[in-house]
């Protein structure tokens, strides 16, 4: 049996970075950007990876160049 996680978060990017942040985060392995605000807000999905856990990926998210926070607003955790 195997775990399938999902999270939904809010990333709040640096005054005039959030397309450059968008990009960085859109590369990452399960991440997903679903909308952005003008004043510098994502909505992004984070679900598990090939390789790369849900948990994993949430605690690189504040190593992106940008990134000022990062709100977890979703969590979401099945079994298959």
């Known amino acids: 049996m195997s775990e399938y ?13 959030a397309v450059g942040v968008q990009a960085r985060l859109a590369a ?8 952005r ?22 605690t690189r998210l504040q190593d992106i160049e940008g990134v000022l926070a990062t709100a977890l607003v979703y969590q979401h955790t099945d079994q298959d």
């Not at 605000?37 to 949430?58: G, M």
């Open 28 to 35: 990452l392995p399960g991440v997903e950007v679903h909308a």
């Open 5 to 17: 996680n999902v999270c939904g978060l809010l990333v709040h990017a640096r005054p005039g970075m």
């Open 37 to 58: 605000t003008t004043d510098d807000r994502l909505v992004v999905s984070v679900e598990d990876a090939p390789q790369c856990p849900c948990l994993e990926t949430l």
